[in-house]
């Protein structure tokens, strides 16, 4: 009788509304957490078993990033495995209890609240390690943590395609784009595009809303189109004809940023704050921070901008390829038994 190979990496996402596959990156509404997690697991899943255990799952499934279960299963694996637990400390501390010997680590995506700084000395006596999606978030989390921080932290940023790249689409000067869940600044971000709109009536917002939060925004600017929930493929259209990225907000602090870096890698600049989350760590190219409090340097910059649009580029350390390599390494895998696949999405 042959032995089923024993799983070696399972990735338990307690947060999630429904479970979720490969196939869903083809269709709108899938949060950048969970596309991520996708993208990843199907890169790692060329070189070992991959098993996913999410919230809203009834039945299980198998596709080419792992097989897809219920999340109370997470509890009952008795074999062999690295835990990889999605922003959820509390299910990272159960588990251990569940997982005595088992190596479990934090995927955060998320700025934890106040409310929960006992996750601290939780994880710490849990001897649970944690994965930032940046740089700056992983310090941001140190200074939260405190003294009772563990050990263990690090980070590995989000992915972008490989293949994404700029290419000949024309670029509308008077075309500007939102491209984020409403909660992430958009309120301000139509009063900075109100101000400049009065100095350069021709403007428009294009506003592409993921769909999965309704916010309240306040009174909607002239000037606004509203796209509704894209594909992520018609939105990389829209990144392409767009003057920029216009996100000139200082309430949400991203803790990566993936559409940011999206943005730059097909040679759309995005107009961001500089002292905000990651910003100035994903941005790639100079001129795109701003202080989103200074109306007239945003309005300065978007005629400079409308004038000789910006040379910005994807950053190398984004690419899919270099970040399954950090998180092959992250998980002591063979690197030598397999090549990343093309086909990941």
């Known amino acids: 009788m042959t032995r089923a190979p024993t799983i070696q990496i399972a990735i338990v996402d307690p947060c999630s509304a429904s479970g979720y596959t490969p196939t869903t990156l083809l269709m709108a509404g899938l949060g950048g957490t969970e596309a991520t997690v996708l993208?990843?697991?199907?890169?790692?899943?060329?070189?070992?078993?991959?098993?996913?255990?999410?919230?809203?799952?009834?039945?299980?499934?198998?596709?080419?990033?792992?097989?897809?279960?219920?999340?109370?299963?997470?509890?009952?694996?008795?074999?062999?495995?690295?835990?990889?637990?999605?922003?959820?400390?509390?299910?990272?501390?159960?588990?251990?209890?569940?997982?005595?010997?088992?190596?479990?680590?934090?995927?955060?995506?998320?700025?934890?609240?106040?409310?929960?700084?006992?996750?601290?000395?939780?994880?710490?006596?849990?001897?649970?390690?944690?994965?930032?999606?940046?740089?700056?978030?992983?310090?941001?989390?140190?200074?939260?943590?405190?003294?009772?921080?563990?050990?263990?932290?690090?980070?590995?940023?989000?992915?972008?395609?490989?293949?994404?790249?700029?290419?000949?689409?024309?670029?509308?000067?008077?075309?500007?784009?939102f491209a984020s869940a409403p909660h992430k600044g958009l309120k301000q971000v139509f009063a900075r595009f109100r101000d400049a709109r009065s100095k350069i009536p021709d403007l428009t917002l294009v506003v592409a809303d993921p769909g999965y939060l309704a916010w309240d925004t306040g009174p909607v600017p002239e000037g606004v189109i509203f796209l509704g929930t894209l594909s992520h493929d018609a939105l990389i259209a829209e990144m392409r004809r767009a003057l920029c990225l216009f996100y000139p907000q200082t309430s949400f602090a991203e803790t990566f940023g993936l559409v940011i870096a999206e943005a730059n890698a097909v040679g759309l600049p995005a107009l961001v704050h500089r002292e905000l989350g990651a910003n100035a760590e994903v941005v790639h190219g100079s001129g795109q921070l701003v202080d989103a409090f200074d109306t007239g340097a945003i309005i300065d910059r978007l005629r400079r901008w409308r004038a000789v649009p910006p040379t910005v580029c994807g950053d190398p350390r984004f690419r899919l390829a270099a970040v399954v390599r950090r998180w092959t390494d992250l998980l002591r895998l063979d690197h030598a038994t397999v090549t990343l696949a093309s086909r990941v999405a």
């Open 39 to 177: 993208r990843i697991a199907r890169g790692l899943a060329e070189r070992t078993q991959i098993v996913h255990f999410q919230k809203g799952r009834d039945v299980a499934e198998m596709t080419d990033a792992g097989r897809m279960l219920p999340l109370s299963e997470a509890f009952r694996l008795s074999q062999n495995t690295t835990f990889v637990v999605i922003n959820s400390w509390k299910v990272a501390c159960k588990l251990r209890k569940s997982h005595p010997v088992a190596r479990i680590l934090l995927w955060l995506h998320i700025n934890p609240g106040r409310h929960n700084r006992p996750m601290a000395l939780a994880l710490r006596e849990a001897n649970v390690g944690i994965v930032c999606v940046s740089q700056s978030h992983a310090e941001r989390l140190r200074v939260f943590l405190d003294k009772d921080a563990p050990r263990d932290i690090s980070h590995i940023h989000n992915p972008i395609a490989d293949d994404l790249v700029p290419d000949a689409t024309s670029r509308d000067p008077n075309r500007l784009l």
